[in-house]
């Protein structure tokens, strides 16, 4: 696939290694030329100097004959100049960053549509849907359905007190006469495995990413629920457009309080949300964060957009018994820094941005829906099987697919289906596979009629 990516800041660099790495021919437009000097030390793609809204510098750069044009700049009048100019001069997909939520909205989002923009992304409204997700998942959920709500993706975590710790897989799909779940993955010290056998021993602390019936996500329910880790309560520090789409989305579920440092800034988002107290101080502040019961408080997200606050806030917070702690890191330098102290999660909206982009376009006809997962770098993809794919050519057991992905589920006709490997898959069977996003490429083939994989 011929790509081209017109802004060089992280976002842009992160998509160029991802597509590099699935062989794709990749160029490069930016209006600084230092900034693709810095990129040709790790990117063998063409770069070209110029505004990515100027019909010059796209047509130097061939816009018309790509397949994806992606817009990534910092200036939203400049993508969208720039996918609607691609789009007109023949590039077969775009895909634009903008900076307004109202873009997003159904009614609105259709002028663009016309215009010639394929897909928009919000970096700000990605952030913030996976802070809700990290908080709903804290201690287990149904992240995605399947096949109309026929299978489930459900996470759960297993404390140090739980009788499977230490215990094989084999062990807990024993608690069921038949097949209704699958470990499909296991996030271990912030690294995912995807399990290859049941003889392994699940540890304190991993966070199971399984596929469930529904009466297998009852059984899960009732080994690893502990009432103890739900969250109720949440402090959001920072007024960002992060920390208020944060806000709204909580405030009909949760206890919610904001604080913002700027005083107009706090009483213009009091007016603009409801159900959220919003207060006007320093959350670095020791007596302010007692005040507002920081030691009763479950999670505490921290977005004021500088790093450095963000982290020392999260610390303090973690000193002050709060259970979950959520830093957004837009500094790429801090996030391994991040890691390393004891705050819970990290978020960089560029890096979430790049994957979400990603993911996008490794869809085809063959997929069904495909999801980045909170809390892992792995990804889940429902498939239709179709007649003559290598997919079905043989049982489970005997097809060739790669160490980083799984068969997780199976939806056939109206039934789920926990597979094992005697299992043949039949054409137009829903397949949901579990995977890293480097072999998606590897899968793909598998689900293409007539191809010569094995």
């Given at each position: 696939?011929?790509?081209?990516?017109?802004?060089?800041?992280?976002?842009?660099?992160?998509?160029?290694?991802?597509?590099?790495?699935?062989?794709?021919?990749?160029?490069?437009?930016?209006?600084?030329?230092?900034?693709?000097?810095?990129?040709?030390?790790?990117?063998?793609?063409?770069?070209?100097?110029?505004?990515?809204?100027?019909?010059?510098?796209?047509?130097?750069?061939?816009?018309?004959?790509?397949?994806?044009?992606?817009?990534?700049?910092?200036?939203?009048?400049?993508?969208?100049?720039?996918?609607?100019?691609?789009?007109?001069?023949?590039?077969?997909?775009?895909?634009?960053?903008?900076?307004?939520?109202?873009?997003?909205?159904?009614?609105?989002?259709?002028?663009?549509?016309?215009?010639?923009?394929?897909?928009?992304?919000?970096?700000?409204?990605?952030?913030?849907?996976?802070?809700?997700?990290?908080?709903?998942?804290?201690?287990?959920?149904?992240?995605?359905?399947?096949?109309?709500?026929?299978?489930?993706?459900?996470?759960?975590?297993?404390?140090?007190?739980?009788?499977?710790?230490?215990?094989?897989?084999?062990?807990?799909?024993?608690?069921?006469?038949?097949?209704?779940?699958?470990?499909?993955?296991?996030?271990?010290?912030?690294?995912?495995?995807?399990?290859?056998?049941?003889?392994?021993?699940?540890?304190?602390?991993?966070?199971?990413?399984?596929?469930?019936?529904?009466?297998?996500?009852?059984?899960?329910?009732?080994?690893?629920?502990?009432k103890s880790d739900q969250i109720k309560s949440v402090?959001?520090?920072?007024?960002?457009?992060?920390?208020?789409?944060?806000?709204?989305?909580?405030?009909?579920?949760?206890?919610?309080?904001?604080?913002?440092?700027?005083?107009?800034?706090?009483?213009?988002?009091?007016n603009a949300l409801t159900g959220v107290l919003v207060?006007?101080?320093?959350?670095?502040?020791?007596?302010?964060?007692?005040?507002?019961?920081?030691?009763?408080?479950?999670?505490?997200?921290?977005?004021?957009?500088?790093?450095?606050?963000?982290?020392?806030?999260?610390?303090?917070?973690?000193?002050?018994?709060?259970?979950?702690?959520?830093?957004?890191?837009?500094?790429?330098?801090?996030?391994?820094?991040?890691?390393?102290?004891?705050?819970?999660?990290?978020?960089?909206?560029?890096?979430?941005?790049?994957?979400?982009?990603?993911?996008?376009?490794?869809?085809?006809?063959?997929?069904?829906?495909?999801?980045?997962?909170?809390?892992?770098?792995?990804?889940?993809?429902?498939?239709?099987?179709?007649?003559?794919?290598?997919?079905?050519?043989?049982?489970?057991?005997?097809?060739?697919?790669?160490?980083?992905?799984?068969?997780?589920?199976?939806?056939?006709?109206?039934?789920?289906?926990?597979?094992?490997?005697?299992?043949?898959?039949?054409?137009?069977?829903?397949?949901?596979?579990?995977?890293?996003?480097?072999?998606?490429?590897?899968?793909?083939?598998?689900?293409?009629?007539?191809?010569?994989?094995?």
């Amino acid at each position: 696939m011929k790509i081209l990516i017109a802004g060089a800041g992280e976002v842009g660099l992160h998509l160029c290694r991802m597509f590099e790495n699935e062989k794709h021919s990749v160029s490069l437009i930016d209006r600084s030329e230092e900034r693709l000097k810095t990129a040709r030390l790790t990117f063998d793609g063409h770069t070209y100097q110029g505004s990515v809204a100027s019909i010059n510098t796209l047509q130097n750069a061939n816009a018309g004959s790509s397949d994806l044009f992606i817009a990534v700049t910092n200036d939203e009048y400049a993508n969208v100049t720039a996918c609607i100019l691609a789009k007109k001069m023949g590039a077969r997909k775009t895909l634009c960053r903008i900076d307004n939520r109202e873009y997003l909205e159904e009614d609105k989002r259709s002028h663009f549509e016309d215009l010639g923009i394929d897909y928009m992304f919000y970096p700000e409204e990605i952030a913030a849907t996976e802070i809700v997700n990290l908080i709903r998942q804290s201690a287990q959920s149904d992240i995605l359905t399947f096949g109309g709500g026929k299978l489930f993706l459900h996470v759960v975590r297993v404390e140090e007190e739980n009788q499977f710790a230490n215990q094989t897989l084999e062990e807990l799909y024993n608690i069921s006469h038949t097949a209704e779940f699958r470990v499909a993955g296991i996030v271990r010290d912030n690294v995912t495995y995807i399990p290859k056998s049941s003889a392994e021993v699940l540890k304190p602390n991993d966070l199971l990413y399984t596929v469930a019936t529904a009466k297998g996500v009852e059984l899960l329910k009732k080994y690893f629920h502990k009432k103890s880790d739900q969250i109720k309560s949440v402090i959001i520090l920072g007024g960002s457009r992060v920390g208020i789409n944060v806000a709204r989305k909580l405030a009909a579920t949760h206890t919610v309080k904001l604080i913002e440092r700027d005083r107009t800034k706090s009483f213009e988002i009091s007016n603009a949300l409801t159900g959220v107290l919003v207060i006007n101080g320093d959350g670095r502040n020791i007596d302010l964060l007692k005040r507002e019961g920081i030691d009763h408080t479950d999670a505490f997200v921290s977005v004021t957009g500088d790093a450095e606050v963000n982290m020392i806030a999260c610390l303090l917070a973690k000193k002050m018994g709060v259970k979950r702690t959520i830093a957004e890191i837009e500094n790429i330098d801090y996030i391994r820094l991040g890691e390393n102290i004891e705050i819970d999660s990290i978020i960089n909206k560029k890096i979430l941005s790049a994957n979400k982009i990603f993911s996008f376009t490794t869809a085809n006809d063959d997929v069904s829906s495909i999801s980045c997962l909170t809390c892992s770098d792995a990804e889940i993809i429902e498939y239709i099987a179709r007649p003559d794919s290598p997919m079905t050519k043989q049982p489970i057991g005997q097809i060739k697919l790669p160490d980083e992905a799984t068969i997780a589920g199976i939806i056939r006709g109206n039934e789920p289906v926990i597979p094992d490997e005697k299992l043949q898959i039949r054409p137009f069977d829903k397949v949901v596979i579990f995977a890293m996003p480097k072999v998606l490429a590897e899968i793909n083939k598998l689900f293409k009629p007539n191809n010569r994989f094995f």
